[in-house]
């Protein structure tokens, strides 16, 4: 099962004067999207604030700047990007993430990935790579759906959710989170472009949602990523990550 969406930041406004109240299916759907987000909105916040720093013996946090991704060099991103920031607070039990960021684009959708590597000693560089993690399986590595929402006029979004040891479900088959503190973790945004409502939710809970054969999908990444989610016409691109070293 796929991780809830921690927070969606609509695109809308009024409703002209003289349209009728009847609300339309993508209306509909958003409104109880928003509805079902605020609960989860609250039940995160007491899980990050509360339960995740129980006690400091029991718990790690770490805080890491948020970079822009390789593939928006081109576009002239590089480096790291202005207000924002990672955490992840890790514990016997699993992983608490969240993601605060910057620099989205107004009405496109995101979707945040967790990349975990149980052991990151197997890796050739450090932090380990995308050929790391896909395809060396000495790294016993997972990529799974994180979070996702589309970004508001302000340009900035949250992303955040956890992961129990255990049986972890993902782009590879038969992997776990096997020691949550041993574990290199790595968080990744993917942007779908402008959402399409004909394209969602697809473009905020899967990799592919709404991306056309044009996009550059790394080579390395396998065919179960690129069946994620129903293609469409935008240019998807790997957008900003973050990454956490045991």
């Not at 109880?32 to 013996?57: G, I, K, N, Y």
């Not at 900035?156 to 989170?177: D, I």
Request: charge should be neutral.
């Amino acid at each position: 099962m796929r991780p809830s969406v921690w927070r969606f930041q609509g695109v809308g406004g009024k409703r002209p004067i003289g349209r009728s109240c009847r609300l339309t299916h993508n209306e509909r759907t958003m409104i109880e999207m928003r509805r079902h987000v605020s609960m989860l909105l609250a039940v995160m916040a007491v899980l990050f604030a509360v339960v995740a720093p129980a006690a400091a013996s029991e718990a790690e946090r770490q805080t890491a700047g948020v970079n822009w991704h390789a593939q928006q060099a081109g576009l002239g991103k590089s480096g790291p990007v202005a207000g924002a920031s990672a955490q992840v607070v890790r514990n016997d039990n699993g992983i608490v993430y969240k993601l605060s960021t910057s620099g989205l684009g107004e009405g496109n959708a995101y979707t945040l990935w967790l990349v975990v590597i149980n052991n990151p000693a197997a890796c050739v560089s450090t932090p380990c790579s995308a050929a790391d993690i896909i395809n060396n399986s000495d790294t016993d590595s997972q990529v799974r759906f994180a979070a996702g929402h589309v970004a508001g006029a302000s340009g900035n979004g949250t992303f955040a959710g956890h992961v129990s040891e255990g049986p972890l479900s993902g782009w590879l088959a038969n992997r776990s989170l096997e020691d949550a503190r041993a574990a290199e973790v790595h968080l990744v945004v993917n942007d779908h472009g402008p959402a399409l409502p004909e394209f969602m939710p697809d473009m905020i809970h899967t990799y592919r949602g709404g991306c056309s054969d044009a996009s550059p999908f790394p080579p390395v990444f396998p065919a179960t990523a690129l069946a994620d989610g129903e293609p469409g016409p935008n240019i998807c691109r790997l957008y900003q990550a973050a990454v956490f070293l045991p």
